[in-house]
């Protein structure tokens, strides 16, 4: 299905996913000024409907991961540089290029199962990115890219199922992991509790 025949995602949200909206929404309509674009200039560069730019920008809708990457694409930026919050942007030059305090931490929910996903590395720009994964009961990691560079990670706790290409692995709390970001790959949490992951990519292009 098209974004055009999307008139809105996500518009359930409670508070959380609300704010999470309105600030994803006032970067995207800062990147795209920064860039001196309309709307519609933008939506025909990311395949993305004008109307869809427009909710989301005013925070009426809680964009998919596949529609962020199409606009991070289209205005040249990671998809992390929609998640950045204000004290992230105010903390000082010094401290932003090696530290992140826990209460700038960007945050996406990813689809209808709310993984979630914190970045914990403190810039946006290298080649070493690393988060915390939240996988509730039942959620699935549907929206993981694929591409050059390499994966891993370890699990802080509870149990997931991973699979890498053809095999799949259980793993539990203390467990770790790694390989190429190339070979398809996903996360399932089958249990009946929330599991917690490091996620760790070393990326060689800048499309996380």
């Known amino acids: 299905m098209s974004d055009s025949a999307l008139p809105a995602e996500n518009l359930d949200v409670d508070a959380d996913e609300q704010l999470e909206a309105m600030r994803i929404g006032q970067r995207l309509r800062a990147l795209r000024a920064e860039r001196g674009l309309t709307i519609l200039e933008l939506a025909a560069k990311a395949g993305v409907s004008s109307g869809s730019i427009s909710q989301i920008e005013r925070g009426a809708s809680n964009p998919s991961v596949s529609t962020l990457q199409k606009l991070r694409a289209a205005l040249g930026v990671t998809l992390w540089s929609f ?55 039942g959620a699935a990691s549907g929206s993981f890219l694929s591409g050059p560079g390499d994966k891993g990670g370890y699990v802080l706790s509870g149990r997931v199922e991973l699979t890498i290409g053809d095999d799949v692995f259980e793993i539990g709390e203390g467990d770790s992991f790694q390989f190429p970001s190339t070979i398809p790959h996903q996360v399932v949490n089958r249990s009946g509790a929330e599991a917690k992951l490091v996620w760790i990519i070393n990326i060689r292009e800048s499309h996380l």
């Open 83 to 137: 998640l950045e919050s204000d004290g992230a942007a105010a903390a000082p030059a010094r401290e932003a290029q090696y530290v992140r305090r826990q209460a700038n931490r960007p945050r996406i929910v990813v689809g209808t199962n709310q993984l979630t996903k914190e970045l914990l590395s403190p810039r946006d720009n290298n080649e070493l990115r690393f988060m915390i994964l939240t996988v509730p009961p």
